[in-house]
């Protein structure tokens, strides 16, 4: 536990009034505002010198106060109370505390008492500030981003600081004094902490009643969130003001929303990322890259992507090419793009420092780097030596680098994969680095370094490829990071614990607005064997971001280092990664509009079954796939929780009988599959077969695969279909079918509603239907019987609405 014992707590509140959004008060020597955001979401402010910081950091992008909200201000001689039809705030006068409802009067929030019975609503000691809240034995926390260990985050101890987890020094201040056996002073532990992300950002979860509340702080500086009380958490910052948001749900999917209408959602991204990637930390040449490209297409092995690692650089300096092993690199990338590879290349913001290096030069010309509180350049140290580092917290340093990133990809590349963005410094300490030009003390913009990086790069990508979807893929980031990139887990571990651990992490980035993740498939350090890099294949090939990555000095973790055997299984879970890219990217349009997580725990959909909320070892892919990965060696069988409603096994016959809910199962987990699972109710849509890539695909035949509900209802499936890869399908170049499937007894109705102009690539003739869990001899299709042909049923279907009925 944090010492607070000097904090000075703010008792009393001296004077309230009412605000058109609230209230403000004076408490002890500060300011406090409690502004109304929303019916059900509540910002609570208090000043620093009496003065209000209103842009804390870059996570919010929306004005918070533009939604009109209704409420009641009443006072009396104990508290001021704020009611809207969503919450109640009650401000306690003396003592001062602030605690939020529900209308109904469950708990958003309480402050908590100490022994002696002492309110720590708000506390403060230099510029570090804490408050306490009360929370039961048995609740559960969800959420901060990317943590370690289960989901649920009760019960432990977290630290917000962006940090380069594998770095002995930087790491040092996080594993020194641990005792004996303790994980968290292995930097290589499933446990230790903190990561590269850090998203001041959590759900807390009622127990027995599952309701859910949120709390966002908009502050960047170091955090610290300790949930190992019993019956209180605690939250404390090093510096900055507070500044919070307060959810009151009482439904997670809804809370994930109104943080992202603050903070932004992600961009629909270009199909072919969500492909298969292949990527290695190795000294390529050109060759070995166009060879490497190569050998997928021989194998018949579907891929996307192939990425450039930092040694295709002169000497470790970005934005440079090492041209006695890339002669022709525009040409490369050229013959790659002509065989449906994209290729990215990896941009650290460290510069090399060296006068005569045209980057450097520009930087310190432009007084655009960062500099220490005396005025020098602060010089770092990462691949190439000393560095220099952008500062990002100017607009005319996010500028430049985005000029950087555009001139770059004018060779041809694809995307910016941003890495050692912590910022990471090597041997030499980060603390005197400075921003703005020296003006703000590093503490203030570590956390928020990468996410300035990524506007940066993000607006050059526009600016070189206006009509073109952009692709970013960031190690950190802080709230709001979805906005501009996706994320991969960093340098993890060629361990079964880690690959269990990338189902926690990938969960725990979801529900914290961050959908497009992924690990390194694999595992980026050390040597995989066959069993595990097959099975992290099969798990990897159904989450969001799918890359195979791995570090120099290592053995090859190609497709085809383990075998035959191997590299056939693994090409079948890819294959089936193509062949569902149309639920995939159905997936990506949700998440892009809502919010709803890709990859996500079964708490999201089920927040309401206890059993479901405990899960660690599964989750949902989209909103109709479970997926319950292998990650221990020698598994045969797992047992696969399945929450309300009906499942299907993904890979039995058309005929099986599907599992009721609430239930456990023993699933077989022969090596050419993981358990995968169907919601009864959905219509997955799926492509005919797996193309070698995503690149001119647009088949003429789309599989509708439907999972006969359990029971009489209805059910809401979608198929989106665009150019993928332009911002045209803003303006309505696309057509996105929603799919109802309807039971009433018997009788089964699948509709679909299309919508939307089209676009010029658009080839689909004909759906084929596919029904499991019934085996009609014919279906009614806009009134003509229609007999199956191989297991499935024809349906002459061009972009229009579509009506079928059967009897299950």
């Known amino acids: 536990m944090l010492p607070t014992d000097h904090f000075i707590r703010f008792e009393r509140i001296m004077s309230a009034e009412q605000t058109a959004r609230g209230l403000i008060a004076e408490v002890h020597t500060e300011k406090l505002r409690i502004d109304l955001v ?36 009443e006072r009396d001689e104990e508290r001021v109370r704020l009611t809207t039809s969503g919450l109640v705030v009650s401000l306690w006068l003396d003592p001062f505390r602030i605690d939020v409802h529900r209308p109904d009067g469950t708990p958003v929030v309480e402050a908590a008492a100490d022994e002696q019975g002492r309110y720590w609503t708000y506390a403060t000691l230099n510029d570090a500030f804490t408050i306490r809240r009360r929370c039961g034995g048995a609740d559960r926390i969800f959420g901060l981003g990317e943590k370690s260990g289960r989901h649920d985050r009760k019960g432990r101890d977290f630290t917000l600081w962006n940090n380069d987890v594998l770095s002995e020094v930087g790491s040092l201040e996080f594993t020194s004094g641990k005792e004996p056996g303790d994980p968290r002073g292995d930097r290589t532990s499933t446990e230790f902490d903190p990561y590269y992300v850090s998203v001041p950002f959590f759900h807390h979860q009622l127990y027995p009643h599952g309701q859910m509340s949120a709390s966002f ?23 900055g003001q507070y500044t919070e948001y307060v959810f009151a749900g009482p439904h997670m999917p809804s ?66 090419w090492d041209t006695e092993s890339f002669p022709d690199g525009p040409g490369m990338v050229k013959r790659l793009r002509e065989k449906g590879f994209r290729v990215i290349t990896i941009i650290d913001p460290g510069v090399k420092h060296e006068p005569g290096y045209w980057v450097f030069d520009q930087g310190l010309e432009r007084d655009l780097f960062c500099r220490t509180e005396g005025g020098d350049v602060y010089v770092g140290q990462v691949w190439p030596g000393n560095t220099a580092f952008p500062d990002f917290v100017t607009e005319e340093a996010r500028a430049w680098w985005g000029e950087l990133n555009a001139a770059h990809v004018q060779s041809g590349l694809a995307g910016i994969w941003n890495d050692m963005n912590e910022p990471a410094t090597g041997v030499i300490s980060s603390k005197t680095m400075r921003f703005g030009h020296g003006e703000f003390p590093h503490e203030r913009y570590h956390n928020q370094y990468a996410l300035l990086m990524a506007m940066g790069t993000t607006e050059g990508l526009l600016e070189a490829m206006p009509e073109r979807r952009t692709f970013i893929l960031t190690r950190a980031g802080f709230a709001g990071i979805q ?28 529900v914290s607005g961050q959908p497009f993740v992924g690990a390194d498939i694999g595992g980026f350090q050390g040597n995989a064997n066959a069993e595990l890099f097959l099975r992290w294949m099969q798990y990897g090939a159904l989450t969001p971001f799918c890359r195979n990555h791995s570090e120099t000095g290592y053995i090859d973790q190609y497709a085809w280092a383990f075998g035959e055997v191997i590299h056939d299984l693994v090409r079948a879970a890819v294959r089936l990664r193509y062949r569902l890219l149309p639920y995939i990217y159905a997936s990506f349009v949700r998440s892009s509009e809502t919010a709803e997580p890709v990859q996500r725990p079964l708490v999201f959909d089920f927040q309401y079954e206890s059993a479901a909320a405990d899960i660690d070892d599964e989750y949902l892919f989209g909103h109709d796939l479970l997926v319950a990965p292998v990650d221990e060696p020698g598994m045969t069988a797992r047992q696969v929780y399945l929450p309300a409603g009906g499942w299907y096994d993904w890979f039995g016959d058309e005929a099986d009988e599907p599992h009721v809910g609430r239930s456990y199962v023993i699933a077989p987990t022969p090596m050419d599959r993981i358990p995968v699972y169907a919601r009864a ?13 995503t690149d001119g695909y647009h088949p003429e035949v789309v599989e509708l695969h439907l999972f006969v509900p359990l029971g ?14 332009t911002f045209a399908s803003r303006d309505g170049a696309h057509l996105s079918t929603t799919f109802t499937v309807t039971r009433s007894g018997d009788d089964v109705m699948l509709t679909g509603e299309a919508t939307g102009d089209g676009y010029p690539e658009f080839r689909r003739t004909a759906f084929r239907l596919v029904v499991h869990g019934a085996q009609p001899d014919t279906v009614r299709h806009d009134g003509s019987d229609v007999s199956p042909t191989d297991g499935g049923f024809v349906l002459p279907n061009g972009g229009r609405d579509l009506q079928v009925e059967f009897s299950a």
């Open 255 to 320: 809370i994930l929303q109104s943080y992202t209408d603050l903070t932004g959602r992600m961009q629909l991204p270009p199909l072919w990322a969500l492909g298969y990637h292949q990527c290695r930390w190795h000294k390529y040449d050109q060759a070995a890259v166009e060879a490497l490209g190569q050998r997928h297409r021989d194998d018949d092995f579907p891929c996307d992507a192939l990425w450039l690692d930092i040694d295709y650089m002169d000497g470790y300096r970005v934005f440079t």
């Open 217 to 239: 702080v908009d502050n960047g500086y170091r955090g610290h969130y300790e949930f190992s009380p019993a019956n209180e958490y605690r939250i404390t910052f090093d510096g």
């Open 38 to 73: 929303r019916d059900d979401v509540v910002r609570i402010k208090i000043s620093r010198g009496g003065v209000f910081d209103e842009a804390p950091t870059h996570a919010v992008c929306a004005d918070p106060l533009a939604e009109p909200v209704q409420f009641q201000f």
């Open 681 to 693: 109710g959905s219509v997955i849509p799926m492509w005919p077969e797996a193309p070698p890539s």
């Open 483 to 510: 906005r501009y990139a996706a994320n991969w887990m960093g340098d993890n571990q060629s361990r079964w614990d880690h690959l269990w651990l990338s189902i926690t992490m990938g969960c725990g980035f979801g």
């Open 712 to 725: 009489d209802g209805h059910y809401e499936s979608r198929l989106v279909e665009d150019d993928g890869l």
